[in-house]
């Protein structure tokens, strides 16, 4: 079935990088200088010349592309697309062909999918917000929850970040904020409005990524269930979690909040860093993550905002303990 072929994105590797289908592969028609080149032409000479200079480019290389498509997809059956399903979908269709391949180009191209993206996240979803302060191990609990069956978006994940000062650490580079809303919006395609969504109570701001504005104001008035653990357990999670960086990343990750902290908090966070106290390094930026948090709650709906008491920073024992927690939530009282 072509519904199911290799889908090939031959727009330049900049334009892939910047934003790309999740699962698309990139064939270039133009390499990103050369796309340069063919612009600046067409915006000071015109169409025709573009074109002429886009075939002296292209013809040296469609051997190439051919043996490339043929490593991608050696049934020789795909689907093209370009920006707005022109020239160079059209072309590279048209090239592929010749070489026996069947062939779709996506009516539209990349801009049709991209409006289809944002009108996706507007939609309004059943969606439920699992909160708690720094340390609670909520990624690990939406994990678990995703075990039992329950359906999860895991923000962190897609970001590549997990949303304080050291949520860089151990992650792979973060993504577009395109990207970011294209990986998003794939893992929604998989689940309908009406089933219940958990996602985790963020910042706006994950990293260098922003999550899209509609989403956003839902995840705002959404149900919220908030995790409330020993500050104990929360400690023992950011020592296990973080504790494998070295001092050096751990310090840099301080003074990124260190006007927030202060100068006699940073000062002792740094002096216990390097007595590998990292218990009262916890326990020191938490004080800035712990206001910080109550702010975000202070401005959200009190009656949207539940809270479940939990002795130990069990995930599964949790995810347990939440699913129970709604499901007498469900029940009628008599």
């Not at 051919?66 to 050696?74: G, N, R």
């Not at 860093?273 to 916890?282: G, K, Q």
């Amino acid at each position: 079935m072509i519904e199911n072929s290799p889908l090939l994105d031959v727009r330049s590797p900049a334009e892939f990088e910047q934003g790309h289908i999740p699962g698309a592969l990139n064939l270039p028609l133009f390499e990103n200088d050369e796309r340069t080149r063919v612009g600046t032409l067409y915006k000071k000479e015109g169409h025709d010349a573009a074109v002429l200079e886009g075939l002296r480019i292209v013809g040296p290389k469609m051997a190439a592309l051919v043996e490339k498509a043929l490593l991608i997809a050696p049934a020789r059956t795909v689907r093209v697309h370009c920006w707005r399903g022109g020239m160079r979908s059209g072309s590279v269709g048209w090239l592929l062909r010749q070489a026996g391949f069947s062939v779709d180009v996506l009516p539209g191209g990349y801009k049709t999918y991209r409006q289809q993206v944002l009108q996706d996240l507007a939609v309004k979803r059943n969606y439920h917000i699992l909160g708690g302060p720094t340390g609670s191990g909520k990624t690990y609990v939406l994990h678990a929850l995703h075990a039992l069956g329950e359906r999860v978006i895991d923000l962190e994940g897609l970001a590549h970040h997990k949303g304080s000062a050291f949520g860089a650490l151990g992650e792979k580079a973060q993504p577009s904020i395109e990207q970011f809303e294209n990986n998003l919006h794939a893992n929604l395609q998989t689940m309908n409005g009406s089933e219940r969504i958990w996602l985790e109570d963020e910042s706006r701001k994950i990293g260098a990524v922003f999550i899209q504005d509609h989403l956003w104001k839902q995840m705002l008035t959404a149900p919220l269930l908030r995790i409330e653990l020993p500050l104990n357990e929360r400690l023992d999670f950011l020592v296990r979690e973080y504790g494998q960086f070295g001092k050096e990343a751990l310090a840099a990750s301080v003074m990124k909040i260190g006007k927030r902290l202060g100068g006699q908090h940073v000062k002792a966070c740094l002096e216990a860093l390097e007595a590998d106290d990292l218990y009262s390094v916890a326990q020191i930026t938490l004080l800035y993550y712990d206001k910080s948090y109550q702010f975000t709650q202070d401005h959200r709906d009190p009656s949207m905002i539940s809270t479940l008491e939990c002795a130990r920073l069990d995930a599964t024992e949790i995810a347990q303990n939440i699913l129970h927690w709604m499901k007498q939530q469900q029940t009628p009282t008599s």
